[in-house]
C-alpha cells in the first residue's frame, strides 16, 4: 500500500472502498425495501444551504460520512417518484429487480454505443426494443435504441424523418423549412424538437376529449398549400396524451401519413407502455403504421430512470441520418462481417455518441420477471384507475371531467379557484399524504391522477378524495 502513489490512491480499491461497497449495498437493499418510500419534499435553497452547506473541499472527506450526508439529509429533499400516491405529472413505478440491477450497470460501466465495444449489452437491450416492437407490430427489421427520455427520442426521431424526407427529394428541399404537423394533444418536446431543428409545427384541432382524428388530420393537410405540404417532413401522433391520457386515432392519422408519403411518428412516451394491457390494446390500432415510435421504461414500464426506448421501422434510415464521422470512429462503420448480422451501433441511432446501457435495467426485469407479469401489473394499474373514476363520480364534491382512457383522471372540486386547488396540493405534500399538482383542461384549473404504480390503492385514491372535502 506504501508504495502507491497518492494519485493512484483514489482508483484503488482499499479498506474504505471496501467499507464503502458494503455501506452502499446496505442502502440499496434499504432503499429498495421501503414499502411504501417516504414522500419526502423538497428543502428550499436557504434550508440546504443550512442543513448540508459546502460538501465538496479541496482534502476530501470520508466516504461513508459523504454517504450518509445523502442519506439523511439530500435524498429526504427529493420527492420519492415511486411513492404510490405520487400521482402528479408521470411518476414512475420501478421494479425492485431493475433497480437493483441498475447498480450492476454501473458498476460494469459497459460503453453501450457500439457492438465493438459493448456487444453482450446491445444484444440484450435489442431484445428489450424487440418486445416493445414485437407487441406495436413492427416488422422484423425494425430497430432501435434507448435514449434518455421521450424529449431526446422525438427529436431523435424527427431529425431521422427530416434525413428521409430531404433525402428522398433528391436536394429539392434541402434549402426549404421543415413542417411537422402534430396531433393537437402532442407533448411540448414535440415543439423543442420542432425549435432545435428550425421546423414549423402545426398543430391538429382535437375532439372535445382531446384526440386528434385521421379525418381532422386530413382536413388540416388538405387544407394546406401545395408549397406547406412539400415541407411536411413528419406527421407526429401521441399514444397517450400527457395531460388527459387519450390515444390518437393512429389507423387513421397513419393512413393519411402513408397516402402523403409522409414519417409517421408516434410519440407513446407515456402511454405505449399499455400496449402490452389486453384490455385497451383496440386504441392503439394503427400503431403498426408507424415509421418510428418511443416509449418511456422510466414512466410506465417500471423502469428506472433515465430510458427511453425509440424504434424506427428502417433503422437505416436512422444510421444515415445519425451516424457520425471521424478519424477515430471510422473503426466502428465497417462494413462486411460487421454488419448487418452483428446489429447497429446504438450510437448511430440517435442523437448522441457515448450512451449508458440504460435499456438493461429494463431488460433484466423483464427476462426475470417475464412479459406475463409486466401485462398483469398494467392491468393492476388501468383498473385502479378505473376504479378511481368511479369514486370520484360517486362523491357529491368533486365532478369527474373526462372518462379515463388510459391511465390519468382529470377531475375537479366544485367550488375551488385556482388559488385553493394549490394550497390543498401545498398541504397534502407537506403532510406526506400525497404528491397531486393541479393542471389546467380546456382553461379551468383541474386535479389529475397519472397512475403508474402497482402499489397504488384505491383506498389511497379514496384518502385524496377525501381530503378534498
Ligand atoms: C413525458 C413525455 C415526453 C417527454 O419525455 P421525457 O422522458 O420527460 O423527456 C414526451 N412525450 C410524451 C407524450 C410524454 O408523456
Request: with cysteine; glycine share 8%.
Amino acid at each position: 500500500m506504501s508504495d502507491i502513489s497518492k494519485p493512484q490512491l483514489m482508483h484503488f480499491y482499499d479498506e474504505e472502498s471496501a467499507e464503502l461497497a458494503v455501506a452502499i449495498v446496505k442502502y440499496a437493499m434499504e432503499r429498495t425495501k421501503m414499502d411504501p418510500p417516504p414522500l419526502d419534499k423538497p428543502y428550499t435553497l436557504s434550508e440546504l444551504n443550512n442543513i448540508v452547506g459546502q460538501t465538496i473541499k479541496p482534502e476530501g472527506r470520508n466516504g461513508l460520512e459523504v454517504l450518509q450526508e445523502f442519506i439523511d439529509e439530500l435524498a429526504p429533499s427529493c420527492i420519492s417518484v415511486d411513492h404510490p400516491l405520487f400521482l402528479s405529472f408521470v411518476p414512475g413505478a420501478p421494479t425492485e429487480s431493475s433497480l437493483l440491477f441498475d447498480l450492476v450497470v454501473s458498476v460494469s460501466n459497459v460503453y453501450a454505443g457500439s457492438w465493438l465495444e459493448g456487444a453482450g449489452a446491445v444484444y440484450a437491450e435489442n431484445q428489450a426494443l424487440r418486445w416493445i416492437a414485437d407487441l406495436a407490430g413492427m416488422p422484423a427489421e425494425s430497430g432501435g435504441v434507448f435514449v434518455t427520455g421521450g424529449t431526446a427520442g422525438n427529436l431523435s426521431a424527427l431529425l431521422a424523418a427530416r434525413w428521409n424526407w430531404r433525402n428522398k427529394a433528391n436536394g429539392a428541399c434541402d434549402a426549404i423549412r421543415p413542417l411537422i404537423v402534430a396531433s393537437g394533444g402532442s407533448h411540448s418536446s414535440v415543439a423543442q424538437a420542432a425549435k432545435v431543428m428550425d421546423a414549423d409545427v402545426i398543430k391538429v384541432p382535437v375532439d372535445e376529449r382531446g384526440r386528434t382524428s385521421g379525418a381532422a388530420m386530413k382536413q388540416l393537410v388538405d387544407s394546406l398549400s401545395e408549397t406547406d405540404k412539400q415541407r411536411i417532413c413528419a406527421i407526429v401522433a401521441t399514444s397517450g396524451t400527457t395531460n388527459v391520457g387519450v390515444v390518437d386515432d393512429l389507423q387513421g392519422i397513419g393512413e393519411q401519413a402513408r397516402r402523403l408519403g409522409t414519417w409517421f411518428h408516434v410519440d407513446g412516451a407515456y402511454g405505449a407502455a399499455a400496449l402490452c394491457a389486453p384490455s385497451v390494446r383496440h386504441l392503439f390500432n394503427g400503431i403498426e403504421l408507424c415509421d418510428s415510435l418511443i416509449v418511456d421504461p422510466h414512466k410506465w414500464l417500471f423502469g428506472p430512470y433515465d430510458s427511453c426506448a425509440l424504434l424506427y421501422r428502417n433503422p437505416e434510415i436512422a444510421r444515415q441520418a445519425h451516424t457520425q464521422h471521424a478519424e477515430y470512429l471510422d473503426v466502428l462503420q465497417q462494413e462486411g462481417d460487421k454488419r448487418p448480422d452483428e446489429a447497429m451501433n446504438p450510437a448511430d441511432l440517435a442523437h448522441h455518441l457515448s450512451r449508458r446501457a440504460r435499456g438493461l435495467p429494463v431488460w433484466f426485469s423483464l427476462a426475470m420477471h417475464g412479459t406475463d407479469a409486466y401485462r398483469d401489473a398494467m392491468e393492476a394499474t388501468l383498473q385502479v384507475t378505473r376504479e378511481s373514476a368511479d369514486i370520484i363520480r360517486n362523491a357529491t364534491h368533486v365532478d369527474l371531467v373526462l372518462e379515463p382512457e388510459l391511465s390519468v383522471t382529470v377531475f375537479k372540486r366544485l367550488g375551488w379557484n385556482a388559488q385553493q386547488y394549490q394550497q390543498w396540493s401545498d398541504r397534502i405534500l407537506e403532510r406526506g399524504l400525497a404528491f397531486v399538482v393541479p393542471s389546467s383542461w380546456n382553461g379551468e384549473t383541474v386535479l389529475r391522477l397519472c397512475i403508474v404504480n402497482p402499489r397504488t390503492t384505491v383506498a389511497g385514491i379514496q384518502s385524496i378524495i377525501e381530503s378534498l372535502k
